[in-house]
C-alpha cells in the first residue's frame, strides 16, 4: 500500500526498522566501483561471507542478505524511507542493490570461454531482466596484466546467445579484490535474464577468482564529506531512488565507491511498510 | 496538465499511489565505445562537452543517426524510459551521477538529430531543409530548444567557422549565427558544441542547413542535434555522487514529454574521459 501523504512518510521514518551495514575496511583502486558483499560482516556468524561458487539465486532467507532480520512484510510493500550512512576517512557514494544472483570460480588467467558453475541461477525477482546489471566481481586479484572481457548472456526479450561489449579486465585498477566491473550491453539491450559463459581476451598473469553477479539498482547515498554521517531521505535530500519499493524477498546489499582505497564505514537503511 | 500538488502528492506517488507508476533508472557508462576505450581522436576536451550518446552502457548504445530524424525513448542510446499510461504526465523528480572525472552533467531531452555531414565541404549542407518533411515532434514552440554539432568521427586540425541558418521559436526563417569548427580542442569525436543563437532568440524550431565558411581538412563525420536541456547536475569531486533533488531544489519539478529520447551531454574538468554511473527517479501524475 502507498503512503498516503507526508504523515504516513514522516510516521514511516518513525517506525525504526532498519537494517545495518558495517563495512569494513577493503583494499582497492580509488574511486572505483566496489562489491561490498564481502566487505560486510555475516550478523549471523560474524564472519566475512563465503566467496560464492556454483550459481545461487539469492533472496532474504540468505544470512548475507543486510534485510536478513527484517520481518516478513507481505501483501504489504516494503520500502527504504531513509538512510543513515558515515564513512572513515572517504568520500564516495553506496548504491543499495537486490543482489539476485551470483556463482564464482572463474579464471582470470584463462583466454577460453569459461561456463564454470555457469549459468548463473534464475531469477526469482525482476524477471523479465529489464534494468538487471551484469557485474563481474573479483574475489581474489586477477593479474595484472590489461585484457577486455565479454560475456555471452540472454537479454530481457529472452533473447539468448547477445554478447556484451567488451570492458576492461586487469590492470592495475581493474584487478583487485572487491572491484566490481559493469558490462555494457548490446545495443538495444536494457537488461540481462542470465549469463551463460565469461570470456577473457587475453589472460591477465594470475588466476584469481571472479564471479557474475545479477543485480538491480534500487538507490544511491551520496557520502559527500569526509568522517562525517550522514541523515538522507527524499526530504532533506542524498538519497536517490525516490522512496524505492523492495520485494519481501530482496537480498538487499551494496556496492560502493571511495576515495580511498580504504573502505571502511556503515550504512543502515531505514526500512518501512506501505 | 496537473502539476504535482505538494509534498504529500509526490510522496504518494513515489510510492505507486493514485497511480504515480514510479519509475527509477539506473545506469553504467564505461569510457568505451562499441568496446574500444576511448582514445586520442576521441578523448574528452577540458570545459568542452562530451557526448555521452555512442559511450557504451547498461542499456546499449546509440549510433551516428545518418539522415535527419527525431529519436525517441525506443532509438537505442535513449534512456529507456516508459511513457506515461493513461492521461497521466511524467515527472522527474531527482537525477544523481558520479563520474571518474569531475564535471557538469546536462541532461537533455534529444529532439532531432542528423549526421553524415562533412568537415571539408564548403557547400551549403542540408539539414532539414528549407521545406523540412522531418520536424519537431517535442517541444515544437522551439523556445529553450538549443543546438548542438556533433562529431561522430574525428574532423580536420584547421580551425574554421561553421554558419547554421535555422527557424527561431517565434518562427522566423533564415536565421544564422556561428561558432568554430575543426582546430584543436573543436574536432574530436563523441564532441559537442552548442552553436551560440542571434541576438534576441529564445530558441530553435528548425534547422535548415550549416555551411563551412573552409575546409577543416578532414571530412570525418559530424552531425547536427536540437536538444531541449533538462537539467545540470554537477559532480565537483571524482567519485563522489552529485545529485539534484527537484522537491528540495530549483527548478522544481521538470515534465518529460511522452516518447522524450533522454540523453547526456558532460562538460568534463578534464581530459579524463568519464566512466559514470547514474540515475533518475520519476513518477506519473
Not at chain 1, 543499495?96 to 569459461?114: F, K, W, Y
Not at chain 2, 534576441?200 to 531541449?228: P, S
Not at chain 2, 547536475?233 to 516518447?259: A, Q, Y
Request: glycine fraction near 12%; aromatic fraction near 8%; hydrophobic fraction near 35%.
Amino acid at each position: 500500500m502507498a503512503l498516503s501523504n507526508y504523515s504516513a512518510f514522516y510516521n514511516a521514518l518513525q517506525e525504526q526498522n532498519s537494517v545495518n551495514a558495517i563495512i569494513t575496511g577493503g583494499t582497492g583502486a580509488n574511486t572505483r566501483l566496489h562489491d561490498l558483499y564481502r566487505g560486510i560482516i555475516d550478523p549471523t556468524t560474524g564472519a566475512i561471507p563465503a566467496i560464492p561458487s556454483t550459481a545461487v539465486a539469492l533472496s532474504k532467507s540468505n544470512t548475507t542478505a543486510l534485510n536478513y532480520y527484517l520481518p516478513n512484510y507481505s501483501p504489504e510493500l516494503p520500502y527504504i524511507v531513509g538512510a543513515r550512512s558515515s564513512t572513515q576517512g572517504v568520500i564516495g557514494y553506496y548504491l543499495v542493490i537486490d543482489r539476485l544472483s551470483h556463482q564464482g570460480g572463474l579464471d582470470g588467467n584463462s583466454a577460453l570461454t569459461q561456463t564454470t558453475n555457469l549459468p548463473t541461477a534464475a531469477l526469482t525477482r525482476f524477471t523479465s531482466g529489464v534494468g538487471v546489471m551484469i557485474g563481474l566481481t573479483i574475489y581474489t586479484a586477477v593479474g595484472t596484466a590489461g585484457s577486455t572481457v565479454t560475456a555471452s548472456y540472454t537479454n530481457q526479450a529472452g533473447t539468448s546467445g547477445r554478447t556484451t561489449v567488451a570492458q576492461v579486465f586487469g590492470t592495475s585498477a581493474n584487478n583487485t579484490t572487491g572491484r566490481m566491473l559493469i558490462l555494457p550491453l548490446a545495443a538495444g539491450d536494457t537488461g540481462a535474464r542470465s549469463v551463460e559463459s565469461v570470456t577473457l581476451a587475453l589472460a591477465t598473469g594470475a588466476s584469481g577468482n571472479f564471479g557474475v553477479t545479477l543485480f538491480k539498482i534500487l538507490g544511491a547515498i551520496a557520502l559527500d564529506t569526509t568522517n562525517n554521517s550522514f541523515t538522507n531521505d527524499m526530504i532533506t535530500g542524498g538519497l536517490l531512488g525516490g522512496i524505492p519499493e523492495l520485494q519481501d524477498t530482496s537480498h538487499i546489499s551494496l556496492l560502493g565507491a571511495f576515495s580511498n582505497t580504504t573502505s571502511s564505514g556503515n550504512a543502515t537503511l531505514l526500512i518501512a511498510e506501505g | 496538465m496537473a502539476a504535482i500538488t505538494d509534498l504529500s502528492d509526490l510522496i504518494n506517488r513515489f510510492t505507486g499511489g493514485n497511480s504515480g507508476t514510479p519509475e527509477n533508472i539506473f545506469v553504467y557508462k564505461a569510457p568505451r565505445i562499441n568496446g574500444t576505450a576511448v582514445g586520442a581522436t576521441n578523448a574528452a576536451v577540458a570545459g568542452k562537452y562530451v557526448s555521452l550518446w555512442q559511450y557504451d552502457g547498461t542499456h546499449g548504445n546509440g549510433s551516428a543517426p545518418g539522415a535527419v530524424a527525431v529519436p525517441t525513448n525506443s532509438t537505442n542510446g535513449a534512456l529507456p524510459i516508459t511513457n506515461p499510461g493513461g492521461s497521466r504526465e511524467k515527472w522527474l523528480t531527482q537525477v544523481s551521477g558520479a563520474s571518474s572525472a569531475a564535471g557538469v552533467l546536462l541532461l537533455y531531452d534529444r529532439l532531432l538529430h542528423i549526421s553524415g555531414l562533412s568537415g571539408t565541404s564548403t557547400a551549403d549542407q542540408t539539414v532539414q531543409g528549407a521545406s523540412p518533411s522531418v520536424v519537431l515532434t517535442r517541444n515544437t514552440g522551439g523556445v529553450g530548444n538549443i543546438v548542438f554539432y556533433e562529431v561522430y568521427t574525428q574532423i580536420g586540425a584547421t580551425a574554421t567557422t561553421i554558419t547554421m541558418t535555422y527557424t527561431n521559436s517565434a518562427g522566423t526563417g533564415s536565421r544564422t549565427s556561428t561558432q568554430t569548427i575543426g582546430g584543436t580542442g573543436f574536432r574530436n569525436a563523441q564532441s559537442g558544441y552548442i552553436i551560440p543563437l542571434a541576438a534576441g532568440d529564445k530558441g530553435v524550431q528548425a534547422v535548415e542547413k550549416v555551411k563551412l565558411t573552409a575546409t577543416t581538412g578532414t571530412a570525418g563525420d559530424f552531425g547536427i542535434t536540437i536538444a531541449k536541456p533538462i537539467a545540470y547536475i554537477p559532480i565537483g569531486t571524482v567519485g563522489v555522487m552529485g545529485f539534484r533533488d527537484f522537491s528540495t531544489g530549483l527548478p522544481g519539478i521538470p515534465k518529460i514529454d511522452t516518447d522524450a529520447c533522454l540523453a547526456f551531454l558532460f562538460l568534463s574538468n578534464s581530459t579524463t574521459a568519464p566512466e559514470l554511473t547514474y540515475g533518475l527517479s520519476f513518477v506519473e501524475k
